[in-house]
């Protein structure tokens, strides 16, 4: 069995946001730099748009960077800043979730069809992590759903391979 990669199908769209942010973060640093020579009161106006924009680059290129590995061993998935993987034994169940997507609140599970789309990894263990990618984000994955069949029927395989290699 081949391995199968999933990038973020709204990369460049993150990247785009990342490099528009990178960019006010440096007018930013610029404006600092330049202010006390022009006048020492202009400093602060200038440090907070760019502290935004190094936080917006920083979330936004981790995000475009989210992709998943499907190998015949096992599923990794992972971002700059966090990575999950496991074997397929240990994966008991593969599951979409939806989930509340809120700038004031943590993010909560939500009935189908509301919120941004995940799929989710439940281990035998019962921990659970969700994939980096696919994905929704700023709207709906028109692949999503096939995406997911994807992913499952590779389980399935792989799991058959496995028990057929021990037999």
């Known amino acids: 069995m081949d391995s199968i990669e999933y990038p973020l199908s709204q990369r460049g769209q993150w990247l785009r946001r990342g490099w528009i942010a990178t960019v006010v973060f440096l007018i930013g640093v610029a404006g600092v730099a330049v202010a006390p020579a022009v006048s020492g009161h202009a400093t602060g106006f200038l440090v907070l748009p760019g502290l935004v924009g190094l936080i917006v680059a920083i979330i936004s290129f981790n995000v475009a960077h989210g992709r998943t590995v499907l190998s015949p061993q096992g599923i990794r998935t992972g971002t700059f800043f966090g990575h999950h993987s496991c074997r397929w034994p240990e994966v008991a169940d593969i599951e979409s979730v939806n989930f509340s997507v809120s700038r004031y609140s943590l993010p909560t599970e939500e009935p189908e069809g509301h ?33 997911l069949q994807e992913i499952r029927d590779y389980w399935a395989n792989a799991r058959g391979e496995s028990q057929a290699n021990r037999g």
């Open 115 to 147: 919120g941004q789309a995940r799929i989710r990894i439940r281990l035998a263990s019962g921990k659970s992590f969700k994939l980096a990618a696919p994905r929704d984000l700023n709207g709906p994955d028109p692949q999503l759903k096939a995406k």
